[in-house]
């Protein structure tokens, strides 16, 4: 257990150290790197919990071998501003958010699709997030938040 | 009132807006601790080792290869068990570890602490357990018929009791019957079990942080097995992802003290999914024969019943969800004559408990799947025979009990029918093949394709039952107009915690209200289930911050000469209601700090005499729901369009919270309905991952319409009824009744009778 490797996260260099090769990225994340959003719900890539950006590509943390993400910028939901986003004020105003266990992969998925899909359909919002697995809202209000951010962006960008 | 209207956020923050939560930002800038983010530097890991067996005995457990691997820092077994070996809510009867038998695969045989997850998991690998294999129990019918033998020294029959009421013997014109199974339903709540231990620096004690329901009820059975005193033990509450009642009973609550103390370092232990699905408690699956009987007219007089539940391997609550399911038989209808036999049985399955609905779940899929062939050997269709029925306050139930809750059955039915149907058409629009049935499986054609309608309604008790001494208690401190509250009531996500503000806003007619940690420093709140924390806690607080404004009166009638019997809060000022005295509340409570407990009560309950006779419940809520469904019936695939409702709700204290309780229901609901099934075969569960066991996504999840039905409850302290269960319960048997439509217009013949309903229960292999 004496392997070094840097990992960029959220725009800065952050060493691993003394880490066993075969840690995912979400346990590096977590309990290395002390970034504690991503959260780890079944370890398999089932419930979209561990979300982050890697390399611009929303994947499962839990998923990715975190010495393998070495040359990739990393992205979490600690990296998206000291000020909450417009995403992440919708979900707590529409009601988006009750336990919140699934809400930081959420945050990063719904960031995710509004820079892909600035203006998505119902069904382009359920399908892009249907990797996110939430047992406590239902999902009716997330869906609402995604789209209050939608409209607005649009409204503010004429 | 549409769902896309209420409870947007405005400046207003008490009783009935529905202000925003107080953790939600740090929930979405992922500060909020949850209890598995707790931790630090040098804290060690713990883990436990299973048994893969349902039925065996334990003939040797050799740990030493385990105690020879590095970073491995101890492994305990029952032999390390300091104080009483068996826990439990109602009997204890399961052991903190598996001495000289196991009962259920995932039983716990041991623990160890570690340096890292891995170091953990090689060390279980590495500790040697013997087993000789027994032949497991699993048929409840071998356990009810007496064929079964013991499995465990209290024997298998969990509790049986019978139903008794009016005239055993009368009959009907008109007769239907059916046998409904219910599979087993798991709560798969997100945030996994995770708990950090701290014991006291010299002091024998420990600190115990976790996600629970509980915190009293667990502090009592954790104290017992580690052989302290209460007081040593303390519990703090750990942020909790989610808990549907998965976290009523305790799981890795004492292994995790147990390593801390012996030790005498911080523990943590989390579990992992595939471990959660074992170390959790289930709903019970179900086996429940109905048989109904009306006159013509489709006036029901008489129903007999006999539930069959599966409790698995230890008691846990299955003696109150049995009671739950046989006194809610009736459902929501008038019945003047009934027979009813319940049965929860001991088997080498997954211990069972408490989930989401308690027993009433079961119970409400069979007589509303009864309803139906009601309905349709009368000649009514589903919603008349359905308003022909409806009970109504002052009806006495099977029981004996009178209800005398407000009961708007009638109204949720006709509201529930009022909402609009969706304008999807069959197949969707554009012909977009993701919204057929099997979505992106792409399998269904669009011209296979048939639309059912179906409807379910459902009562279902609040609290506790049979005399339970339930209680919830709150603490309120005023002081320089900020209201500080502290209680120990469990925030599984549900919104306990905004609604407290709500609440001392109103009553105090401040805006600043602080929330002290949740721990077991102030007592008991009760469990965060049962549909209780509203009424309960929501009780307490109100009744703390009462407390505290009565003193408040107090100093200022004595200040200003005025009768404090006269004097009230308007916005945020006390005023004299017989004068022209104003004072912002703020200013009035400047002047030294006033601290006020309280213990809510519910009014008592009684156990059932031996013909399940007895006033046995608080109070009901009810709901009813209509679903939508395309089925293809040739593959058969499901997709839910719409799922509508109208819900008894008392008064809506924060729409928004109201809202998530009633869309995440229904979710949890079309679960049970269609896909989530925990499969054991031979004992053994099968699809312990997400890969297997399916849960509603994005994509299954259809729009929802509901309206609020808001006829406060006299009973109740807030005027509210509990919201969180009615919206799961209901829900399921109207998306399978949806089913039975499209398959019947589709000109099959064959029952189905079983959730979730699987493509060969559609198909009629």
């Not at chain 1, 359920?126 to 697995?133: D, F, H, K, T």
């Not at chain 2, 008109?174 to 798991?186: L, S």
């Not at chain 2, 002081?479 to 009531?489: P, Q």
Request: hydrophobic share 40%; proline share 5%; with cysteine.
């Amino acid at each position: 257990m004496s392997e070094i490797y840097t990992l960029h996260v959220n725009g800065r260099e952050r060493e691993v150290q003394d880490a066993w090769l075969g840690e995912n990225l979400l346990y590096v994340l977590r309990e290395r790197l002390g970034l504690m959003a991503a959260k780890g719900a079944c370890e398999q890539g089932e419930c979209g919990s561990c979300s982050v950006l890697v390399g611009g590509e929303l994947v499962c943390a839990c998923l990715v071998m975190a010495a393998s993400a070495v040359d990739e910028p990393i992205v979490t939901v600690e990296g998206l501003g000291d000020a909450p986003t417009d995403v992440q004020r919708a979900f707590v105003e529409t009601g988006a958010v009750q336990c919140g266990f699934c809400t930081p992969g959420l945050i990063i998925a719904a960031h995710h699709l509004l820079d892909q899909q600035p203006d998505p359909t119902d069904m382009q919002i359920r399908e892009e997030l249907s990797g996110n697995v939430c047992r406590c809202t239902g999902y009716g209000r997330i869906i609402e938040a995604v789209q209050q951010v939608a409209v607005a962006r649009r409204e503010e960008a004429r | 009132m549409s769902l896309t209207e209420v409870g947007r956020p405005t400046g207003h923050r008490g009783l009935g807006a529905s202000p925003t939560r107080p953790d939600g930002i740090a929930k979405v800038m992922g500060t909020f601790e949850f209890s598995s983010d707790l931790g630090g530097d040098g804290v060690l890991w713990g883990a436990t080792l299973r048994s893969p067996h349902p039925s065996a005995r334990i003939v040797r457990i050799d740990p030493s290869a385990a105690w020879k691997i590095d970073g491995v820092e101890t492994v305990i077994t029952a032999d390390d068990v300091p104080g009483v070996m068996h826990y439990g809510l109602i009997d204890q009867d399961q052991p903190v570890f598996a001495a000289d038998v196991v009962r259920y695969v995932g039983e716990p045989v041991a623990a160890v602490a570690a340096d890292h997850p891995e170091t953990c998991r090689r060390a279980l690998d590495a500790i040697v357990v013997e087993y000789e294999v027994l032949d497991p129990v699993l048929d409840p019918d071998d356990v009810v018929a007496g064929r079964a033998p013991d499995m465990h020294p209290a024997g298998n029959m969990l509790r049986e009791q019978r139903v008794e009421h009016g005239d055993i013997g009368a009959t009907g014109s008109v007769v239907v019957e059916g046998t409904y199974e219910i599979g087993m339903q798991d709560q798969a709540f997100l945030g996994l079990e995770a708990a950090l231990a701290i014991p006291d620096t010299g002091g024998g004690g420990v600190e115990l942080h976790v996600a629970t329901q509980w915190l009293h009820e667990d502090r009592g059975q954790i104290a017992a097995c580690l052989g302290l005193p209460e007081e040593q033990v303390r519990l703090v509450l750990g942020g909790v992802g989610g808990a549907f009642g998965a976290r009523e009973d305790i799981s890795l609550q004492v292994h995790t003290c147990l390593l801390a103390l012996r030790l005498g370092r911080p523990v943590r232990m989390h579990y992992n999914r595939a471990e959660s699905f074992l170390g959790h408690v289930h709903r019970h699956p179900a086996t429940i024969w109905m048989r109904h009987h009306a006159t013509s007219d489709g006036e029901i007089v008489k129903i007999e019943a006999r539930f069959v539940f599966d409790g698995g391997a230890y008691s846990s609550t299955s003696s109150a969800v049995l009671l739950n399911a046989i006194t809610h038989t009736q459902g929501p209808y008038r019945c003047p004559n009934a027979v009813v036999e319940g049965f929860a049985v001991r088997t080498n399955h997954l211990p069972c408990g408490a989930m989401r609905g308690f027993g009433v779940v079961q119970a409400c899929y069979a007589h509303e799947s009864q309803m139906d062939k009601l309905g349709a050997a009368c000649g009514l269709d589903p919603v008349e025979i359905r308003l022909r029925n409806a009970m109504r306050t002052g009806d006495v139930m099977i029981t004996g009990q009178t209800m005398d809750s407000v009961a708007p059955v009638e109204e949720c039915i006709r509201e529930t029918v009022a909402l609009p149907f969706p304008d999807e058409p069959v197949g969707g629009h554009d012909g977009d093949v993701m919204r057929l049935p099997g979505g992106a499986g792409r399998t269904a054609d669009s011209q296979h394709i048939v639309r059912g309608i179906g409807y379910g309604v459902a009562m279902k008790n609040l609290m506790y039952s049979e005399g339970f001494d339930d209680f919830a208690t709150a603490r309120c401190r005023l002081t320089d107009g900020v209201a500080t509250l502290k209680f120990a009531t469990a925030e599984v996500g549900q919104g306990f915690v905004t609604l407290a503000g709500q609440i001392a806003r109103t009553v105090l007619g401040v805006d600043d209200v602080v929330l002290d940690r949740i721990d077991t420093g102030v007592g008991s709140a009760g469990s965060t289930s049962a549909s209780r924390q509203t009424w309960m806690s929501g009780g307490a607080v109100q009744a703390a911050c009462e407390a505290v404004r009565e003193r408040l009166f107090e100093r200022v009638g004595r200040e200003h000469g005025l009768d404090p019997a006269t004097l009230a809060i308007d916005g945020s000022d006390v005023v004299d209601t017989a004068g022209a005295f104003r004072m912002g509340v703020v200013d009035a409570s400047t002047a030294g700090e006033i601290d006020e407990t309280a213990v809510y009560r519910h009014r008592p309950t009684e156990e059932l005499d031996e013909r399940g006779q007895g006033n046995c419940h608080v109070a009901f809520a009810f709901v009813a729901h209509r679903a939508v469904v395309d089925v293809d019936v040739d593959l058969g695939l499901v997709k839910v369009v719409q799922i509508a409702t109208a819900q008894d709700v008392g008064r809506a204290l924060n729409p928004l919270s109201v809202t998530g309780q009633i869309e995440g229901g229904i979710a949890q609901g079309l679960g049970l309905a269609v896909m989530e099934e925990i499969i054991q075969i031979d004992g053994v569960i099968r699809n312990a991952s997400f890969t297997d066991y399916l849960l509603p996504t994005m994509l299954d999840m259809p729009p929802v319409v509901a309206t609020l039905i808001e006829q406060p409850e006299p009973l109740s302290p807030l005027g509210a009824k509990g919201v969180g269960e009615p919206p799961c319960i209901s829900v399921t048997p109207a998306i399978a009744a949806a089913i039975r439509d499209a398959v019947r217009q589709a000109g099959r013949t064959h029952a189905i009778d079983r959730v979730p309903v699987r493509p060969i229960d559609i198909i009629g292999l």
